[in-house]
């Protein structure tokens, strides 16, 4: 039941917009570097398990689907946290280490998919019963693959677990020990906790360079969404606080944000016209 709800899920937000995957990966990190300025940058500014990022995500989904957007933006995600070396994963996050694991999780989606695909696979996790099991390992390949996408050849799996399936005992694909709970399953179940399952080196890289990033680009709250500007003080943000949209000066609808995208992209490919680079390319 969880696999078919999952998949027509993912299926009805995959049919939105073209899911050919990226002509190269673009570096999620270090601000905007591996941009070129024929894309508008984007930025989500999340915690995986804060209603707030939920909320904003959900209205990101509608401006994901629009036609044609997917080539003119280059969306990331940034993810909120405080560095400690000496915790788990390197980060303190707000909801603790679960919350760690999935924004991690999420950040090697990005890495490894195009932008349809990933966005399915954060949609997914963010389906009823929030924050639910957002974190486990179990329900983030569950939802992966319902998104159609294989969990090993992708670079997902590796990314995240680090560590050829033959070696890996957890996240076994027929969950035998039925650590993630079903949307079927009462309310109680996804309280579930599991203790920590371990991340790969790879993404605990992402997770401690991308909380490093969002300090660095002074984003406090989840969600911050910044779009990079040529057109206003460089950036346009719009928050959301305690369910409150604030700071929005163009709107907080979808149709808003694909109106603003609009404009920097069309200003974009008019400054490459006569040659002048967008500002985040000469950092």
Not at 45 to 73: L, N, Q, W, Y
């Amino acid at each position: 039941m969880l696999a078919t709800t999952l998949t027509l899920l993912a299926t009805a937000l995959l049919g939105g917009a073209g899911v050919s995957a990226r002509n190269e990966q673009i570096p999620l990190l270090s601000g905007y570097t591996g941009n070129d300025g024929t894309k508008v940058p984007v930025r989500l500014h999340v915690m995986s398990r804060c209603p707030d990022a939920r909320r904003c995500e959900a209205v990101f989904e509608e401006v994901v689907k629009t036609e044609g957007i997917d080539k003119k933006i280059d969306l990331t995600l940034g993810m909120l946290g405080k560095l400690n070396p000496e915790a788990e994963y390197g980060v303190e996050c707000m909801h603790g280490d679960l919350e760690c694991a999935g924004d991690a999780h999420q950040l090697c989606l990005v890495e490894n998919l195009p932008l349809a695909q990933w966005y399915a696979v954060l949609t997914c996790m963010n389906f009823e019963h929030f924050p639910g099991a957002i974190g486990q390992l179990a329900f983030t390949r569950k939802c992966v693959e319902a998104s159609g996408v294989d969990w090993w050849a992708s670079g997902v799996g590796r990314c995240i677990q680090g560590r050829h399936p033959e070696h890996s005992a957890v996240a076994n694909k027929d969950d035998p020990q039925e650590a993630v709970a079903t949307i079927n399953s009462k309310d109680e179940a996804w309280a579930y906790d599991p203790p920590n399952e371990g991340l790969g080196r790879r993404a605990r890289r992402l997770l401690r360079d991308s909380v490093n990033q969002t300090i660095s680009d002074g984003i406090k709250k989840s969600c911050t969404i910044r779009i990079t500007s040529t057109l206003n003080t460089r950036y346009r943000d719009c928050v959301v606080d305690g369910g409150e949209w604030k700071g929005c000066n163009d709107g907080h609808e979808a149709v808003d944000f694909v109106k603003a995208i609009n404009e920097e992209h069309e200003n974009l490919a008019r400054l490459n016209r006569i040659h002048i680079p967008a500002w985040w390319t000469l950092q």
